[in-house]
T-cell receptor, first 112, second 116 residues
Framework: GNSVTQMEGPVTLSEEAFLTINCTYT??????LFWYVQYPGEGLQLLLK?????DKGSNKGFEATYRKETTSFHLEKGSVQVSDSAVYFC???????????FGKGTTLSVSS | EAGVAQSPRYKIIEKRQSVAFWCNPI?????LYWYQQILGQGPKLLIQFQNNGVVDDSQLPKDRFSAERLKGVDSTLKIQPAKLEDSAVYLC??????????????FGPGTRLTVT
């Protein structure tokens, strides 16, 4: 079945630094790809998604591009803020396309 | 719009005891998911309902876990008997449409279970 490997954390950055969180997947076919985020004390919520190759998902200054050649969906942000401190989960769809497979999560801590 | 509700938020039990969790999805959402999130890991799907039918329960330890979604709305997840390795956060999520992962999943706050 499909699987995901996500960059281990924690990632510690200063405000306005550039962020990359790596995510690669193995899959049969071309599954939809998602990034979910969990802010401190809150539930998981969708950050962005891409449903086909070369699509770019974006939200709140974050971006990720569906790269089928490298089976990757890396999360990037040009200038992080303290409020971006959270746990980020990469999640490709499962083989049946009915549910998601979550990575282990990457904790991001941004200091001012 | 009300979000996904879960109760209780915290539960501490001894091994071999039983426990039940409740989830109320967002009104009108066809699909309901139960996930198990062990500390330091991502959520793992336990069971997925489409309306009141089971779509996927391949990762549900059926010798001790059971779940139901009566009338296609609320759902309960039960563990009987609990083991130490069941200590985790149990997350409920729902999505509007059925049969596709493309639709956003809305997560509840979770129930943190500690088995001693």
């Amino acid at each position: 079945g499909n699987s995901v490997t996500q960059m281990e954390g924690p990632v510690t950055l200063s405000e306005e630094a550039f962020l990359t969180i790596n995510c690669t997947y193995t899959a049969t076919g071309y599954p939809s790809l998602f990034w979910y985020v969990q802010y401190p004390g809150e539930g998981l919520q969708l950050l962005l998604k891409a449903t086909k190759a070369d699509d770019k998902g974006s939200n709140k200054g974050f971006e990720a591009t569906y790269r089928k050649e490298t089976t990757s969906f890396h999360l990037e942000k040009g200038s992080v803020q303290v409020s971006d401190s959270a746990v980020y989960f990469c999640a490709p769809a499962n083989q049946a396309g009915t549910a998601l497979i979550f990575g282990k999560g990457t904790t991001l801590s941004v200091s001012s | 719009e009300a979000g996904v509700a879960q109760s209780p938020r915290y539960k501490i039990i001894e091994k071999r005891q039983s426990v039940a969790f409740w989830c109320n999805p967002i009104s009108g959402h066809a699909t309901l998911y139960w996930y198990q999130q062990i500390l330091g890991q991502g959520p793992k799907l336990l069971i997925q309902f489409q309306n009141n039918g089971v779509v996927d329960d391949s990762q549900l330890p059926k010798d001790r876990f059971s779940a139901e979604r009566l009338k296609g709305v609320d759902s309960t997840l039960k563990i009987q008997p609990a083991k130490l390795e069941d200590s985790a956060v149990y997350l409920c999520a729902s999505s509007l449409e059925a049969g596709s992962s493309n639709y956003e999943q809305y997560f509840g706050p979770g129930t943190r279970l500690t088995v001693t």
